[in-house]
């Protein structure tokens, strides 16, 4: 390609610097939702389809480099040109719609942590209002040109098609860059300070949780930088131009996808902190006394010095302890946690799961599917023939 305009080489360093980035806290953010809280949510997975659509759009710019993109239509033959347009259109679809369902997971998020509910209807107005604008922006983008496809074939021959003139370009451009700001400043300034504001934490804790929640003005930032080139973009070389424009858009989107990861990473961050702390830690001589009797008692054999010991040891000798005169054996049973209609109150069973507790004890009727845990003492006496069932 002739010429010595080429911004090609900026485009490809910033999109190597910030795809790691992404992939690792996405990476990172599905460890933890899937793995250590276990509660993968829906908000989880919009931020997933998010960086999906933002892996794609990257697929298409970083080929788009090498087909054109970043350079001046005069120094592109009119294929050359005509290619690197359609990447060029390509590329603010999957930016579209790959920022509006990122913006739309961290509201999700947001919700899931509120509860008040005027926070509540502004949060569900704001999900309702990216909705909307993501909408109306692709209808928008799709109806520049008559056909669509005519925004790169405009330059081979023999094309046909119209597009809008420069002033609704930028009136759509400017309004959209408006409505971007907006939701940026609500969701990442005004929502995470009413949430936190009130929390009974301390201030430095509550500064730094309001701090990961705000990242998401640095997506602001971005896009305030990118305004100036949006003006100019109608106006100029629609290649060349646009170099500043899909830079700042890409970091835009990058940073809203980091921002949204890092505000749910709370538990590894703990988790590592923590472990961090227990290494480099000593611990001072009481510590480690205490630590060597615990060690010693974990060691030794039960029942000999504490008088707790296992139920599997009693036999007639831990019996006579109790009742010399009376030899006992200790017998466990598990069976299907139902109750049956003749029920002693005076029993040792224990629910081993979970449903069915809420029952009475004396109620009689069945508590569900389940098991029970029954320990039962059988005393036998010298006098009698029969065995009495005691139950303790």
């Not at 390609?1 to 980035?21: K, N, Q, S, Y």
């Not at 973009?233 to 290649?239: Q, T, V």
Request: charge should be positive; glycine fraction near 8%; include cysteine.
């Amino acid at each position: 390609m002739p010429g010595t305009d080429d911004r090609t080489a900026d485009i490809r360093a910033v999109f190597i610097v910030f795809i790691p980035l992404v992939c690792l806290f996405t990476t990172l953010r599905c460890y933890v939702r899937g793995w250590v809280v276990k509660a993968f949510g829906w908000d989880d997975g919009l931020m997933i389809l998010a960086f999906v659509l933002y892996i794609t759009g990257c697929a298409l710019v970083i080929p788009g480099t090498y087909n054109g993109f970043g350079h001046k239509l005069t120094d592109l033959s009119t294929q050359q040109g005509a290619t690197a347009m359609k990447y060029s259109w390509l590329y603010q679809v999957f930016y579209v719609v790959s920022t509006g369902v990122c913006k739309i997971s961290v509201c999700v998020f947001l919700i899931r942590i509120t509860v008040r509910p005027l926070h509540l209807r502004l949060l569900y107005a704001m999900l309702v209002f990216i909705s909307i604008h993501s909408i109306v922006y692709l209808i928008t983008y799709f109806t520049i040109c008559h056909p669509f496809v005519y925004f790169w074939s405009q330059l081979l021959p023999g094309a046909k098609g119209s597009c809008l003139d420069i002033v609704p370009k930028k009136a759509i451009i400017n309004t959209t860059a408006a409505a971007l700001c907006l939701i940026d400043i609500v969701m990442g300034i005004v929502i995470p300070f009413l949430v936190v504001h009130k929390l009974q934490m301390p201030k430095v804790t509550k500064f730094s949780v309001m701090g990961i929640m705000g990242l998401g003005c640095l997506a602001t930032v971005a896009l305030l930088l990118r305004f100036p080139y949006l003006i100019t973009y109608a106006d100029g070389d629609p290649l060349y131009t646009s170099v500043d424009i899909i830079i700042w858009a890409y970091v835009e989107v990058s940073l809203n996808i980091f921002a949204g990861n890092l505000a749910t990473l709370g538990p590894l961050l703990r988790t590592w902190f923590r472990a961090h702390a227990d290494t480099d830690t000593t611990p001072t001589p009481g510590q480690r006394q205490q630590q060597q009797q615990q060690q010693q008692q974990r060691g030794r054999p039960r029942g000999v010095w504490d008088f707790s010991f296992p139920l599997s040891t009693l036999d007639e000798t831990v019996g006579s302890r109790f009742r010399p005169d009376k030899p006992c054996v200790m017998v466990t049973q598990v069976r299907s946690q139902r109750r049956s209609e003749t029920h002693d109150a005076n029993n040792s069973q224990e629910e081993l799961t979970a449903e069915g507790r809420s029952t009475s004890a004396g109620s009689g009727r069945e508590l569900g599917q389940g098991i029970y845990r029954t320990t039962e003492v059988m005393q036998t006496s010298d006098v009698e023939s029969v065995v009495a069932g005691e139950r303790v």
